[in-house]
C-alpha cells in the first residue's frame, strides 16, 4: 500500500520537551517537505529536502531541525526553542518528471503542548 | 516576491449551486498549478496543471489555467454539503511549493 504515513496522529508534550515527528514514504520521491498550520490559517513552510543528506530552511525553521538520511524517511524534531509548538504538522512529497509536478500530503500530526 | 493570491476567501452557497474560485499567481519558475481541498484534516490532491487552455475535469469540479494573465479557476458544479472545505491553490518552482491562503467554502442545505 503506497503512500505517506505520519506518526503519531495526536501528540501531547510537557513544555520544555523536545519531540520528534516521523515522516515515511514508499513513494519513491525525491523531495519531501515539512508544514505547520495553526487553526484556520494557511500551510508555512518548515524545512524541505530535494536529494538524500541534503535539506533547507523553510520560511519558519528556527526551533525545528530535520534530518535526511534515508530516501524513505524525513523526520522533524521541534526542539524547546519553539515558542509556540502547539499546531497541526504535515508532511508532503513530491514528485517530479518530465510530465508531472505534484506534491502529496501525509495525514498530519497534530501536536499539543501542556 | 513569489506570491499566489485566492479569492474570494470565504463562500457560502446553497446546495445546487456553481461555484467559480480564483487562483492568481506571480511566481519565477513555474512548474505547475497544483488544487486541493482540505476538510479538517491533510490536504487532498485535486488537479495538476501546467498547459494552458486545457481544462482538467474529475466529477463536478473542473479547472482551467491562463499562463499568459496568470491565474486558475476551480469550477463545482451542483455543490454538495459535502464540498463544504477550503480550496487551496499552490504553484510548484523549482524548489518549492508557494501555497495561497485557501477559499473557504460552505455549503448549506
Known amino acids: 500500500d503506497g503512500g505517506i504515513t505520519q506518526s503519531p496522529k495526536y501528540l501531547f508534550r510537557k513544555e520544555g520537551q523536545n519531540v520528534t515527528l516521523s515522516c515515511e514514504q514508499n513513494?519513491?520521491?525525491?523531495?519531501m517537505y515539512w508544514y505547520r498550520q495553526d487553526p484556520g490559517q494557511g500551510l508555512r513552510l518548515i524545512y524541505y529536502?530535494?536529494?538524500?543528506?541534503?535539506?533547507q530552511k523553510g520560511d519558519i525553521a528556527e526551533g525545528y531541525s530535520v534530518s535526511r538520511e534515508k530516501k524513505e524517511s524525513f523526520p522533524l524534531t521541534v526542539t524547546s526553542a519553539q515558542k509556540n509548538p502547539t499546531a497541526f504538522y504535515l508532511c508532503?512529497?513530491?514528485?517530479?518528471?518530465?510530465?508531472?509536478?505534484?506534491?502529496?500530503f501525509g495525514p498530519g500530526t497534530r501536536l499539543t503542548v501542556l | 516576491e513569489d506570491k499566489v493570491v485566492q479569492s474570494p476567501l470565504s463562500l457560502v452557497v446553497h446546495e445546487g449551486d456553481t461555484v467559480t474560485l480564483n487562483c492568481s499567481y506571480e511566481?519565477?519558475?513555474?512548474?505547475?498549478l497544483l488544487w486541493y481541498k482540505q476538510e479538517k484534516k491533510a490536504p487532498t490532491f485535486l488537479f495538476m496543471l501546467?498547459?494552458?487552455?486545457i481544462e482538467k475535469k474529475s466529477g463536478r469540479l473542473s479547472s482551467i489555467l491562463d499562463k499568459k494573465e496568470l491565474f486558475s479557476i476551480l469550477n463545482i458544479t451542483a455543490t454538495q454539503t459535502g464540498d463544504s472545505a477550503v480550496y487551496l491553490c499552490?504553484?510548484?518552482?523549482?524548489?518549492?511549493?508557494?501555497f495561497g491562503t485557501g477559499t473557504r467554502l460552505q455549503v448549506f442545505p
Open positions: 508532503a512529497s513530491r514528485i517530479r518528471d518530465i510530465s508531472t509536478d505534484t506534491q502529496y
Open positions: 529536502s530535494q536529494i538524500v543528506n541534503d535539506f
Open positions: 501546467t498547459s494552458s487552455g
Open positions: 511566481v519565477t519558475n513555474f512548474r505547475s
Open positions: 513513494l519513491n520521491h525525491d523531495a
Open positions: 499552490a504553484v510548484t518552482n523549482t524548489d518549492k511549493l508557494i
